[in-house]
């Protein structure tokens, strides 16, 4: 639903963001139009992938089914699914994102490092949606 | 210091789920506040309603539409929208036009008929839209916001389950005491913990419900206060507005990521923080000069929050200050007296208006069995999406 976030496959998958030429300032999801640090004069906006790994600021869970336009097919039973705000050391930002199927809060601290990977949101007839992930480092699954 | 307006009238429509629309909510509480300022609605010069996205079209131009439903009678109108803070930027419309000489005598009228459950963005796909993206995505409710800071707390500074509840039990005894809450059931400890965990680490009574309700202020210049015969009004002293500072670094509603402090160092200061500290400095007034105040207790966890950025305690102190009861009612600083969000439940555009007629309640000593004795300065805060700030001081 949304173009240029992420790109690449198995240990090259990473988040797209954009710097600032002018201040190097980092944003995510991308900023095109405008760098918007207020003491920037402004300058053009460069594509750059996020670090791949990054540290648990804080996660949760969602216990009931979220409204639209989150998709999910209401004649199965909810599944929980966890979110992950994930600190990127280099970039000085927080990432939220869901995290790999069958990881739950029982799984993770505050601190502990994970890492970026593809996943899928959901699927329909015609298409598979893509998305990121957040995956504990050390879990292969 | 750019002056006080008087708070003439309070009036509040009962919250709850009434399943009428909003129109009706914010026409009854704006006769109620018309009645306690001992005005008539043709004797306003102007009103200002806080709009809610909900009500389509009538909800965006809320001014126009509570003046219509009162009875056009051609005063000054304003509609104003930033989301959770729409009612002190209406309260802020309000007191720049009477300190402007453009009104003497304002009405401020806020209003909301909420779904069920989860709030959700509007209609249609919208993926230029955080506040789409963030639920298309990632699934990412309100209540997750929350959990995620709660989550935050309990690693950074040791806040427990047990604390969380303890605002809950707080605050539902307060709103026991009060005609217009939703909920008038003092709530236990137990409870909160039987209650099914929504966004972990937080439970269902952890997390403010979606409400109706409606809340209105009548405004004036002191001029026109004393020419009515009110000598000592409650008065708004400061409203503040104001936005974060580039990086905020704490995701915030409906952000998917913060802003990078790769380039700027962020300021000292959080948001919330900063939302305080403007209404300080405009009412020359600090934390100690406090007698009650009102936050924005979306959830149990967010209300120790407001502790520290309100001043009332240093970082990571919120859960010892409640502890030691000093914001319960009989304490050095009660907070949420009317019950808070965990009593009322959101009804966007009204609880920033709601707060302040709790405010003015207090002030005037007219509270019944919530009055904090010899209130006589009284803060409110709260936080709109989007990066609206909202807190206002009241004095008597």
Redo the contacts between chains.
């Keep these: 639903m949304v173009a240029g976030w992420f790109a690449g496959e198995g240990d090259d998958f990473t988040l797209l963001g954009t710097r600032c030429s002018g201040c190097a300032s980092v944003f995510f999801p991308r900023e095109d139009s405008h760098c918007r640090n207020p003491g920037c004069g402004g300058g053009d906006l460069a594509e750059i992938p996020l670090s791949r790994r990054g540290r648990v600021w804080s996660y949760t869970d969602s216990r009931y089914r979220p409204p639209s336009p989150y998709v999910s097919d209401p004649e199965l039973p909810w599944e929980p699914y966890t979110l992950i705000a994930v600190e990127l050391a280099a970039e000085r930002i927080v990432v939220l994102g869901q995290a790999i199927p069958g990881v739950t809060v029982a799984d993770l601290t505050v601190g502990a490092e994970v890492e970026v990977v593809p996943g899928v949101l959901h699927e329909d007839g015609e298409t598979v949606w893509t998305t990121w992930q957040w995956r504990p480092t050390g879990v292969t699954a | 210091m750019t002056g006080e307006v008087a708070v003439l009238g309070a009036g509040m429509h009962p919250w709850g789920k009434w399943g009428r629309g909003f129109v009706e909510y914010g026409v009854a509480a704006a006769r109620a506040a018309l009645a306690d300022a001992g005005l008539e609605w043709r004797e306003i010069g102007s009103i200002v309603g806080a709009d809610t996205v909900r009500g389509g079209y009538p909800g965006y131009v809320a001014g126009a539409t509570f003046a219509r439903a009162l009875g056009w009678q051609g005063a000054r109108v304003t509609s104003v929208y930033a989301a959770c803070a729409s009612g002190a930027q209406a309260v802020a419309t309000a007191r720049a036009q009477i300190l402007a000489g453009l009104a003497d005598v304002v009405l401020v009228v806020g209003a909301d008929a909420a779904p069920k459950?989860?709030f959700?963005?509007a209609g249609g796909?919208r993926?230029d839209d955080p506040d789409?993206?963030?639920?298309?995505?990632?699934?990412?409710?309100n209540p997750?916001y929350f959990?995620?800071?709660?989550?935050?707390r309990m690693?950074?500074h040791g806040d427990t389950a047990e604390d969380f509840a303890q605002v809950k039990v707080k605050n539902s005894a307060m709103g026991a005491l009060n005609p217009y809450a939703r909920y008038r059931k003092r709530v236990t400890a137990e409870e909160v913990a039987a209650s099914?965990?929504?966004?972990?680490?937080?439970r269902l009574l952890d997390i403010c419900a979606t409400s109706d309700g409606g809340a209105a202020l009548v405004l004036s210049s002191m001029e026109f206060a004393r020419g009515r015969g009110v000598a000592e009004p409650v008065r708004i002293r400061a409203v503040s507005t104001v936005t974060p500072t580039?990086?905020n670094?704490v995701?915030d509603l409906p952000d998917?990521?913060?802003?990078?402090?790769?380039?700027?160092e962020p300021a000292a200061e959080t948001f919330r923080a900063s939302i305080a500290h403007a209404a300080y400095e405009e009412a020359g007034v600090g934390p100690d000069d406090l007698s009650l105040a009102e936050v924005y207790d979306l959830s149990t966890a967010l209300e120790l929050q407001w502790y520290e950025d309100l001043g009332l305690c240093g970082e990571g102190e919120g859960a010892k200050l409640l502890r030691e009861g000093a914001t319960a009612p009989d304490g050095r600083i009660p907070v949420n007296m009317s019950g808070g969000l965990a009593s009322f439940g959101e009804a966007v555009p009204a609880q920033a208006i709601a707060q302040v007629c709790e405010l003015t309640r207090q002030l005037r000593g007219e509270a019944g069995e919530r009055q904090v004795e010899h209130a006589r300065v009284g803060i409110t805060a709260n936080q709109g999406l989007f990066g609206h700030g909202s807190a206002v001081i009241a004095v008597r």
């Design positions: 459950g989860f959700r963005p796909d993926p789409w993206l963030r639920f298309r995505a990632l699934g990412a409710t997750t959990g995620l800071y709660a989550r935050r690693a950074v099914a965990v929504v966004a972990d680490p937080l580039y990086p670094t995701l998917i990521a913060t802003d990078s402090a790769a380039a700027v």
